[in-house]
């Protein structure tokens, strides 16, 4: 019975032995991937040195002073104990992986802040293509004018142009009931000219108008088109127009109307087009354009929102802005190239205009005129 024992007792050291030696086998692994971590973190920092002017961030040096929590004590055996100096030295790579990494990033965002710099020793030109500035708000602008308006009822109107079709023009309407009465049986007419003709339904004359298509309850409002078809675009045009409506109230019914004069300007047949700075010089350069330009004293409004009512209300884009000075480009809807060179003074606009028709061109300046000497 002692034989056994003898030999439980001989493998007892054995089995600390072997447990003395592997504790050991991994302090040297630690210790040996701690020499290369720290040989890779002076590398990189020798690399990011090379690369770079600028002084590293000390941030490297805070992953350093971390080192030393992650030594393991010699002194300690236990199974708990080495588990936790592993999560901790887990824990203490990824920090200094993470440290690395930002440090890196650093580096590259210090590379690209020279060229930032650079740009900005240069004089800025304030350029822009095809758009504006963003500057302060702009005021509140329609596109609608007033047609004609009685006690009862209120018209405005907008003309748009269609590239799809070179001869014809949409005239949109809208109709307010200003009374307390009914407003129904509405037809409105325009007189033809030899230049522009109102679009009608089949089997009906130039004498009799097209209806509105709804009724209007007291205080209500809309909308509804009129398609005109024209010849020539070169001049502006006013034709005359009679709204005829029934006005129906407790009282009764009464037959009213209303006359009008819808005017065609010759920006109502131009579009908005985009143009981009070296198409628009190829069209200078053609000399195919006739040339025309104006002057206007007293304007004293932002240079931004001259420009903003330009766009707005003649249906031009800005091909591109410097300064006080901005090309515009605008096409018409018989395919006219119209060309703006807009110059702000201290207290006047000068504009020159290039357009492949010189009537058109004048026209145009003149409405342009009109607008600005409102500013």
Same mark, same amino acid.
């Given at each position: 019975m002692q034989t056994p024992m003898v030999?439980?007792?001989?493998?007892?050291?054995?089995?600390?032995?072997?447990?003395?030696?592997?504790?050991?086998?991994?302090?040297?692994?630690?210790?040996?991937? @701690?020499? !290369?971590?720290?040989?890779?973190?002076? !590398?990189a920092q020798d690399v990011?040195?090379?690369?770079?002017?600028?002084?590293?961030? =000390?941030?490297?040096?805070?992953?350093?002073?971390?080192?030393?929590?992650?030594?393991?004590? &010699?002194?300690?055996?236990?199974?708990?104990?080495?588990?936790?100096?592993?999560?901790? @030295?887990?824990e203490g790579k990824k920090s200094k992986h993470r440290k690395k990494k930002h440090k890196k990033e650093e580096k590259s965002k210090e590379k690209k802040l020279p060229k930032h710099r650079d740009r900005g020793d240069e004089p800025q030109t304030d350029s822009v293509q095809n758009g504006t500035l963003e500057e302060e708000p702009l005021p509140p602008m329609s596109s609608y004018t007033l047609l004609a308006e009685n006690p009862y009822i209120k018209m405005t109107y907008d003309i748009q142009g269609n590239l799809q079709n070179d001869s014809q023009v949409t005239v949109s309407v809208i109709f307010e009931n200003k009374s307390s009465s009914f407003l129904k049986s509405m037809e409105l007419n325009v007189l033809d000219s030899l230049n522009t003709k109102m679009l009608r339904p089949e089997?009906?004359?130039?004498?009799?108008?097209? &209806?509105?298509?709804?009724?209007?309850?007291?205080?209500?409002?809309?909308?509804?088109?009129?398609?005109?078809?024209?010849?020539s675009i070169a001049m502006a045009q006013k034709l005359k /127009?009679?709204?005829?409506?029934?006005v129906k109230d407790d009282e009764g019914s009464t037959h009213e109307k209303l006359d009008f004069k819808l005017y065609?300007? %010759?920006?109502?047949?131009?579009?908005?087009?985009?143009?981009?700075?070296?198409?628009?010089?190829?069209?200078?350069?053609? /000399?195919d354009l006739h040339a025309s330009s104006i002057k206007v004293d007293g304007i004293t409004i932002p240079f931004h929102h001259l420009?903003? !009512?330009? %766009?707005?209300?003649?249906?031009?884009?800005?091909?591109e802005r410097m300064g006080a000075c901005a090309s515009m480009y605008s096409r018409s809807i018989q395919g006219h190239h119209v060309c703006l060179? =807009?110059?702000?003074?201290?207290?006047? =606009?000068?504009?020159?205009? !290039? %357009?492949?028709?010189?009537t058109l061109l004048g026209n145009l300046l003149s409405e342009f005129k009109e607008t600005l000497s409102k500013c």
């Open positions: 030999e439980k007792k001989s493998k007892k050291p054995k089995k600390k032995e072997k447990k003395h030696k592997e504790k050991e086998r991994e302090k040297e692994k630690r210790k040996e991937r @701690e020499r !290369k971590a720290d040989e890779n973190d002076k !590398k990011d040195l090379w690369l770079s002017d600028t002084p590293p961030p =000390v941030a490297p040096m805070e992953a350093k002073q971390d080192l030393p929590e992650v030594s393991v004590d &010699p002194t300690e055996s236990e199974e708990p104990k080495k588990e936790e100096e592993f999560q901790e @030295e887990d089997g009906t004359s130039i004498h009799d108008g097209i &209806p509105v298509p709804f009724q209007l309850p007291p205080g209500i409002s809309n909308e509804t088109q009129f398609v005109f078809t024209l010849q /127009g009679t709204l005829s409506f029934i065609f300007s %010759c920006a109502s047949y131009l579009i908005t087009t985009p143009c981009y700075s070296d198409a628009f010089a190829k069209l200078l350069e053609l /000399g420009l903003a !009512k330009i %766009c707005f209300h003649h249906h031009f884009s800005i091909v060179l =807009v110059k702000k003074g201290e207290n006047s =606009v000068s504009i020159d205009g !290039k %357009c492949d028709d010189s």
